[in-house]
């Protein structure tokens, strides 16, 4: 007879395993070199060629998050298949489910550390209002796109390839299509939250635009966040991973 | 007849076009079981399976009755020391053992204090402050067993557990193997090293080309390999005189006076056969001075398998 498990044990269990992940990401160089790149960004775009707020803004919170978001999120899984520590992870009594979402954002959150500061520091610039959007465009765009990149990784053959063409073409390239179809992009989401819309006078044809509400958006990236986190945890769940030697 | 701790029921395993196992039915209860075959018969795919990292494309598997892959808290009865040497590198033994067994429930306290009874009891109380990519293969061995008994688990999955441990590592695991036993644990060790696991149990799976060969005890198993009879070897002083009453005997099938003058006899039944040879050797006057069966052992029983196997 196996003794039953409190009901907050999947919880708990993901909330050590989020925290021992963290500190392991947060412990590597490349975060720390990531780091150096960012605030040697910032203090180019601003401090040196003052280029204005918004557009620093812009290159930070929908250019460089979702890459970084891409890059770290992705292998989420597969590095722990590729290093063949799964197993330790894998074969205790936590749904694996919730452990693969502590894994997801505990590998979001150093990049939520390494943007979310500069977009701050950039808001605060005009004022606490900006600040809050840019603060919120940031964690939220980072929780849907370090989401779906992490289900990506589970999918795909080749995630980055993917992810970056997605970048590119889909959500960059559509974002600017006006009406619905920019919708239908997460990039789009993000710039409403950050306040940071393509003007009306950035192009002719964005006389068409008409861009969702903050609330709209806001809703959009938590939703597709949570749904992005849930079917992730769901294929884990279900799926085997086959560690080889 | 208690309830099995371990079960599969016509397991199939698949991989790709490779049948990892085949039908395979095993019951396993307390005590240690040294689960044996070449290598790629199918030996981790099954302990896989016991500890729910692989899902079963024919037939079930049960731990404690309840299904490893999908039941998440079924794991809680089950302590898995896998094959491959890797680990997080950066941690020391204590925290690695303490982060792991914090999944199981306990607190930050009671899983250091879980880790240092663990890391103590395979020997590893003071090298298992050394973080992890310091530490020797052997010690690395001892920590990843340690991780898989720190929770207290009724049933403990052990992948060729002494690998790249050192010889006296090596005895002082397999006792420690002996003791999960003894407790009343059910403890399946995979191992190519015969020896080692017939000092640890005498209950072997033999598993070839994915199928079972056999399972049972192993002096039991050897009995019922009845085309191969025992060889005994005895030496006393008078080999022809014990040769010519030995002879007469139902179950010999064949004595002969070897050339340093011991006696080779082939018999189908060896306690009866060697009650016989002490008692005839008593009868005639004679002291044996030496007495073995080369082929009455794990190694010649796994040899016979896998001969007969095809």
Known sequence: ?245 | MSAPMLEAVGVSKLFGQVRALNEVDLALGAGVTGLLGPNGSGKSTMLKLFSGQLLPDAGHVRLLGRDPFRDAPARRAMGLCPEQDKFYEELDGYRFIEILTRLHGFSAADARERAARALARVGMATDGKKPLGAMSRGMRQRTKIAQAIAHDPPVVLLDEPLNGADPVARADLVKLVRQLGDEGRCVVVSSHVLHEVEAMTHQVVFIRFGRLRAHGDVFRLRGLLTDRPYRIRVKTADARALATRLVALEHVRSVTVQADGSLELSTTALEPTARATAQLAQELGLSVSAFSSPDADLEALYRYLMESAG
């Open chain 1, 1 to 245: 007879m196996i003794p039953p498990l409190p009901r907050s044990h999947d919880a708990h269990a993901a909330w050590v395993w989020f925290g021992f992940h963290l500190g392991r990401h947060l412990r590597r160089r490349t975060f720390w070199l990531w780091m150096a790149g960012v605030l040697g960004f910032l203090v180019l775009a601003r401090g040196v060629a003052h280029v204005p707020t918004r557009f620093v803004a812009q290159g930070l919170i929908i250019q460089l998050g979702p890459l970084l978001a891409l890059f770290f999120c992705t292998g989420v899984i597969r590095q722990e298949i590729e290093d063949q520590t799964l197993t330790y992870g894998f074969s205790r009594p936590v749904s694996r489910g919730w452990l693969y979402m502590a894994r997801v954002l505990a590998t979001a959150a150093p990049v939520a550390l390494l943007v979310l500061p500069g977009a701050l520091y950039l808001g605060l610039e005009t004022g606490p209002q900006t600040a809050l959007a840019y603060g919120t465009a940031t964690v939220l765009s980072l929780a849907a796109y370090g989401g779906f990149f992490a289900l990506v990784g589970q999918i795909f053959r080749w995630p980055a390839w993917f992810g970056l063409a997605f970048l590119l073409f889909w959500d960059v390239a559509l974002g600017l299509v006006p009406g619905f179809l920019g919708k239908m992009t997460l990039s789009t989401h993000v710039r409403t939250v950050a306040d940071l819309q393509i003007r009306l006078s950035d192009g002719p044809w964005m006389k068409f635009f008409e861009p969702p509400t903050r609330l709209a958006s806001m809703l959009t990236l938590a939703v597709f966040a949570a749904l992005t986190l849930y079917a992730g945890g769901l294929l884990v769940r279900r799926r085997e991973h086959r560690i080889t030697r």
